[in-house]
């Protein structure tokens, strides 16, 4: 059996050089790490040599798969419940008490199987969660096949997941813990097969699995919790992942509250740093911004739902021109209403301008970037993602653009960003495995998704 693939697409974009678009260039997968990008006519004698599997993308651009910098995949069981409201009327009169009588494991699981589905349909091919029941996502994304982030949920509250922040830390703590363990094993199993029989290394030294500390957002977790949260974060080198200045009602609330602004809060508690995913952000005034740039703070952009709900705008102009790295989100399902990462990343692309008032404000290419490289880097993972080069691993997508919707073509950076939709993307592998092929799901049955969606439906109607 072949080791190599080679891939065979009209364009690639490799993200990194910055803009470079290559004509007539291959792309290797080998043992899930792209070994070589190379002009085509030298890849097919290569091929020929190797008999590696060659993939024809004639009219296909080839580009990193898109990482969502923020999202609650196991929402997408809630999509359309509650429509056309504020952030926290709809938190605190829909969306929280359907969830006290709806959470469970299977409830996770169900909804982030369906939320999977959609991701690799979208071009996804890693995710940033922050949910309850984080073993169920993870369980789904392991058999979906993609990438993940899982954040280990905290908030004051009790919910089905836990009792108060104490529980949700020592459960999150321990599902880190098992899940290293796991992997310690299944991998030193891996090298010794490897070395026994020449087999491949599912995991190529790099799960895909990772983890973030998610304390839900200001408002919902107290000065105790958070103080845990960052000395857990530097033991176990985890970044944290948390809702800030979403709404103006929230700054207002906490000035209120504790006499300031909730950033200053967070400084003053010690968690704004390099390792640091704030998400949302609309409400930010200049010395905000110039701290964020100061302590290497990572943003996830998530304008749709940011524009749904009515919260505000972040102001992503000013935040790239003070060189604050961007990633951008879809949120949940159940407020967006989709997980359609190009469009969102469209959407990003135009509110900077308009917001700004400068046309020129985020091109193309720099949207592609936060779409990809910019949320790797955010969630850690940007030596390992985000950019076609080669010792990555081979997390990539082919759009198709010789479509109607997207011809004639003279750029085409600008034509996937303006132009393209989710259903151009044909073709999506992660860590060198193929999910998609030609827009057919390869781990994951429709059918059974399709099922699942309908009884939650009827269960969540009958309530």
């Known amino acids: 059996m072949p080791t190599e693939t080679i891939l065979h697409p009209r364009w690639i974009i490799p993200v990194v050089p910055h803009a470079q678009v290559l004509e007539q260039h291959s792309l290797v997968i080998n043992d899930g790490i792209i070994s070589a990008i190379l002009p085509t006519l030298d890849a097919r004698q290569r091929a020929h040599q190797s008999h590696a599997r060659e993939i024809e993308l004639p009219q296909h651009a080839l580009m990193p798969g898109l990482v969502n910098a923020h999202t609650h995949v196991a929402m997408n069981l809630l999509r359309g419940v509650a429509d056309d409201l504020p952030l926290m009327t709809w938190l605190q009169e829909h969306i929280w008490p359907l969830e006290n009588l709806l959470l469970s494991d299977a409830f996770v699981f169900d909804g982030s199987q369906l939320a999977c589905a959609e991701l690799i349909r979208s071009g996804v091919t890693c995710f940033n969660d922050m949910y309850f029941f984080p073993a169920a996502t993870l369980r789904a994304a392991e058999e979906a096949g993609l990438r993940a982030s899982i954040g280990l949920t905290v908030i004051d509250f009790p919910t089905a997941w836990g009792a108060d922040a104490d529980d949700y830390l020592r459960k999150g703590q321990a599902l880190h813990e098992e899940w290293h363990i796991r992997y310690g094993e299944r991998s030193a199993l891996a090298r010794s097969l490897r070395a026994e029989l020449n087999l491949l290394d599912e995991w190529h030294g790099n799960p895909r699995m990772s983890f973030m500390l998610a304390p839900h957002a200001p408002y919902t977790v107290s000065d105790a919790p958070l103080e845990r949260i960052r000395e857990l974060a530097n033991t176990l080198n985890l970044g944290i992942h948390m809702h800030v200045h979403e709404t103006a009602q929230e700054v207002a609330d906490a000035e209120r509250q504790y006499g300031e602004r909730p950033l200053a809060r967070l400084d003053r508690l010690g968690l704004l740093n390099d390792r640091f995913l704030a998400v949302h952000m609309t409400q930010l005034n200049e010395a905000e911004i110039d701290m964020l740039a100061a302590r290497g ?48 990343t469209r959407t990003a692309a135009l ?50 653009l010789g479509q109607i919707e997207t011809q004639p073509l003279f750029d085409p950076i600008a034509q996937i960003i303006y132009a393209a939709g989710r259903a151009q993307i044909t073709h999506l592998w992660v860590a060198g495995r193929m999910l998609m092929n030609e827009r057919r799901l390869m781990t994951l049955n429709e059918d059974d998704l399709l099922a699942k969606a309908q009884q939650w439906q009827d269960t969540i109607r009958s309530l």
């Open 297 to 344: 703070v990572h943003i996830a952009h998530c304008p749709e739902s940011n524009l749904k709900l009515a919260s505000g705008m972040a102001p992503l102009a000013k935040l790239r021109a003070h060189g604050i790295n961007v990633g951008i989100g879809t949120d949940g399902a159940a407020s967006n209403n989709d997980l359609d990462l190009l469009g969102e």
């Open 351 to 400: 509110l900077a301008k308009g917001f700004s008032g400068d046309a020129a404000a985020v091109p193309a290419a720099d949207a592609l970037y936060m779409a990809t490289l910019g949320g790797a880097r955010a969630l850690g993972l940007g030596a390992r993602i985000g950019s076609l080069e080669p010792g990555k691993a081979a997390d990539l997508i082919a759009i198709d």
